[in-house]
């Protein structure tokens, strides 16, 4: 508990109860000293787990030399960003912007969709979650996000998620995009069928509308791949990035091709802190240290889902995921759950009202695993107790 935090921050959080005071890898203490097993990583930042060493170095290195430098000043730390960025980002995305957040880095995708089609609207998804900015808001689908906050951007469209045989029947004519999740994170690790986003490029092409891939919590290597999108093989037109590219330094990043991002003239948008010389050193060490982790992310994640796929409890609906992104959807609501394994020394993320979410860090160990895995068995056979079933 946090007298101060409770008192003077806005109350916009559900909030776990611990206060943090040091992390190491996939584990964190709190003022206690109890020991934690972080697969929630700051909401799936923390994809180099904590302090991961060569982003420390690379910050203080960067705090040694220069660490305030705006966007309209040249900056070294910036230009090893991008090269770094250009190699891991599709080949037919030639520029980028650089912000401080998913919801920003969509803010600016949906302008530059308006600004070069010349169209107003977009399609998104049930199910979606683009940030809680007024334009991301805008095509966000909850309607517990949105409530009290309309009219938001207009007119936006909801398709439903992995519905392919729907595209067919939807008027893309109006839209100046589609976004869309190649993987759905907050509404609990929904994987589309394989036929869903191909179908979507040439519905949206066809029509003259972009196709916006929002990557933020499904990229930088989450699912074994940089971008989740690359498991479908789509082009899309805008990508988006954020969460664990800066290593843990706040950043987003929209890229898009030459021809979309020269729809933007000077002046037409800005963020004062994007491109940050600290955030650029630690996203610059973040992409080259993801590079050498890649591999093992997919085993990773099966690891864990087959570890907790073994749980033989009622409690348990499914388990799902791809890479390190997984679900464990669960027949009750997940947070007598979550807060016994809070309890029991794992630090879960959640999605909606069933599901536990795990979002771990791509260096976690195979010990570390085995362990998330039998506390997490351990919490939900003392719910069960609980429960009595
Ligand atoms: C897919 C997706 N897009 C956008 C966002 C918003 O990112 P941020 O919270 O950095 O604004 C999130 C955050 O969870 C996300 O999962």
Redesign the pocket.
């Known amino acids: 508990m946090s007298e101060i935090e409770e008192r003077r921050l806005f109350n916009t959080y559900q909030r776990y109860g611990i206060k943090l005071v040091r992390g190491r890898g996939a584990r964190v203490w709190d003022t206690s000293g109890k020991e934690y097993i972080d697969f929630m990583a700051g909401?799936g930042i923390g994809i180099l787990g904590h302090s991961y060493p060569d982003v420390v170095k690379a910050i203080e290195e960067q705090l040694e030399s220069i660490f305030i430098c705006h966007g309209s000043i040249y900056n070294e730390s910036r230009e090893k960003f991008l090269e770094e960025l250009f190699r891991i980002v599709p080949s037919h995305l030639s520029r980028a912007f650089m912000s401080n957040?998913?919801?920003?880095a969509?803010e600016l995708a949906l302008k530059l969709a308006r600004k070069y089609t010349g169209r107003k609207g977009f399609i998104a998804f049930t199910g979606s979650?683009?940030?809680k900015t007024a334009g991301?808001l805008s095509v966000t689908y909850s309607q517990k996000y949105r409530n009290g906050f309309e009219p938001l951007l207009e007119p936006v469209k909801f398709l439903k998620y992995g519905d392919t045989r729907a595209l067919d029947d939807a008027d893309f004519n109006e839209a100046a995009a589609v976004i869309v999740?190649p993987i759905q994170?907050?509404s609990g690790i929904i994987v589309p069928p394989d036929d869903f986003l191909p179908k979507l490029e040439e519905r949206a092409h066809a029509a003259g509308s972009l196709l916006i891939v929002?990557e933020?919590?499904s990229g930088m290597g989450r699912t074994g791949k940089w971008w989740a999108h690359q498991n479908w093989k789509i082009k899309p037109d805008i990508m988006t990035a954020?969460?664990g590219i800066g290593g843990g330094v706040p950043m987003?990043v929209t890229v898009a091709t030459e021809n979309v991002a020269q729809a933007l003239k000077v002046g037409e948008h800005s963020s004062t802190m994007g491109g940050n010389p600290l955030a650029s050193a630690a996203g610059a060490a973040t992409i080259r240290a993801v590079g050498g982790l890649l591999g093992e992310v997919e085993g990773k994640g099966r690891q864990i889902m087959h570890g907790i796929g073994n749980i033989n409890s009622p409690l348990i609906r499914e388990v799902r995921g791809m890479g390190l992104m997984i679900a464990v959807d669960l027949k009750v609501r997940f947070r007598d759950v979550l807060l016994q394994a809070l309890s029991d020394g794992l630090i879960p993320l959640y999605s909606g009202l069933t599901v536990i979410r795990f979002l771990p860090p791509y260096i976690i160990s195979s010990s570390d695993i085995g362990d998330a895995v039998e506390i997490f068995s351990r919490s939900i056979q003392k719910i069960e107790k609980k429960m009595s079933i």
Do not use: I, M, P, T
């Not at 957040?101 to 920003?104: L, Q, Y």
């Open positions: 909401f957040s998913g919801a920003e969509n979650y683009h940030g991301a999740e994170g907050e929002d933020v919590q954020a969460k987003g």
